[in-house]
């Protein structure tokens, strides 16, 4: 018998009758380990003092108010006996003075010592390295805004409350765009980087001509008494702090300016934004030869978006889904507090699955953070594979034997986690999932990803990539005043999804082995772009794309936000009459655009 049913059954109508109050008596179970039946007696015994000292006419029944005071009654009750447990094994403990309950504990414990924790501690079936509460899991616990939806995109769609229907073909086709394999990396040489980055540059005046055939570009460091069109990357001479009008430096490649580097001039542009790593198209000239005057900032030429046919929509949204609307949920590491490794925060997301049923969960790294104080301490007991196994994998499996093949779920690594190999973008997914031990139904992603979920593309980096942009751009009275959403679009505007050069060396977010750089580069513009940051989570359509930052799922000591996606299908009339319109020889009828930024909902929601 799981929690929720003995609760039910101890409590009766109380808690069968009221959800809200189900969900905080589970937590507080989970928090101060302890049984149904006792936290029953404790809840009896609360509301008889309560009601009898209350003037008021009161049932006793489980209200908000009623509940706030029992959590508070019961953690003051804990705290009490804990500190009562600890007082008499201190006057107790003959040896050191200096040695404290919990030290001599975790002392013998390593040591392999069988002696029993103290009577006091046995009594209230208390651990106190494992059990005992922290400060912030009891703040965590006790959290007054969880399950509250904090923004919401497309709010005129509705959200899918039904569970998934069940049939033989019902389940989300997924495909990776992009692969990366294992690699060596911090090998690169000097003239292969040159390469690389000459490249991007080339590229990006390919495409330029393409949409502008007449276009000639110059060497912007020539003398030059008329006005040219030059292409190159923007960089900065700054030896330190942050780049500035006056710092900023137009890079070319060998083949359109033998590689030289020009002082650029927007003294003369009304409005301009820039970064370090932007390929740029300007016009301007060099009237002595030593800076570059810019007269006009050209508009790259967009990505061309994603399509299918309307026959292959038709099979995934109304044959595969059953012209249901596809769930999914996202969120981003840490997922524990930062003074413990109980991974409270996930758990606490897990009991969102268990109840949303979602058909694809993507989580995002770090999964065990190489940042977080007990791990850079090494005040650890296990492996950090083994954290992952039981925090992470072990719920995850849970969940896939009481609901099996109903949910897939994608994982992308971070470069803070400890159990990845890789330490500079891209990395491979994750290496060794049977150490991992990772429920069927899983699939280890890239970092960046680029994949399809059905018709639609996503992508993901879990670099904090605009935290690196809003602490490098430089911009002048720029065309889009919402600067997320303006710092949003470079990642698509720049056909990457890590476009900043060179990252900050005190970074270890930053680090890109150019080797690798092309695998970094969107192949066709996604439907659905997903950031992680510590900037304010948000959900926009940036260009007919949406962008979601789902923020962190854990802040230090505090619970943070995640992301449910709700993705409608298309009218299936208009698609009927598109297969019927099909023709193999025209290539306007056989693609369709998904229109994904017009039938999907984007909730973001507080842990």
Known sequence: MNQEQALIDVFGNTLATNPSALRECLHLLRIYRIEPETLHSKWEA???????????????SMTAAHLEGFKNSLRRTLELKAQQGLQKQAQSTSGSSFATPKRAQLKSKFQGSTSQAPRAMHDMDIDLHDQLPSPSSKQFALRKNMSETEETLNSHLKQRTEPPRAGSDYKSTINLVTAVKPYRYMFEKITDKGEALDDRIDAF?????????????????????????????????????KANEQSLLLETSRSFGSGSRVKLD?????????FPGQIVVLSGLNSHGSVFAVTRVHELPGISMAGASPADLEDFQYRKMAGQPIKM???AGPYTLSDNLLFEPFAALMEHINTERPDVLLLMGPFVSSTHPMIVSGDIDMMPEAYFAKYISAPLAKHQERYPKEMQILLVPSLQDVIQETLVLPQPGFEHPRALALPAGSFCLPNPAQFTINEMVFAVNTADILMHLNGDEIARNPDRSDRMGRLSKYVVEQRNLHPVYPGLASDPDSGVDSN?????DLRVCPDVVILPSKLKHFAKIVDN??????????????????????????????????????????????STYHRVYERCRVDLVRV
């Open 46 to 60: 609360y509301i008889m003092n309560s009601t009898s000292s209350s003037r008021d006419e009161d049932d006793g």
């Open 545 to 590: 794309v949406i962008v979601v930052n789902p923020n962190q799922l854990s802040k230090m000591q505090s619970g943070g936000t995640f992301a449910k996606l709700t993705i409608h299908p298309m009218a299936e009339g208009a698609l009927s009459d598109a297969v019927m319109m099909m023709d193999e020889d025209d290539e306007q009828t056989m």
């Open 266 to 274: 927007l003294m003369e542009v009304l409005r301009y934004n820039f």
């Open 205 to 241: 005046a390919e495409i330029y001509r393409k949409s502008h055939p007449d276009t000639e570009f110059h060497n912007p460091a020539y003398l030059s008494q008329s006005v040219v069109t030059v292409v190159g990357r923007i960089c900065s001479d700054a030896n330190e702090g």
């Open 516 to 520: 690798q750089f092309d695998l970094l």
């Open 329 to 331: 949920i996202v969120a």
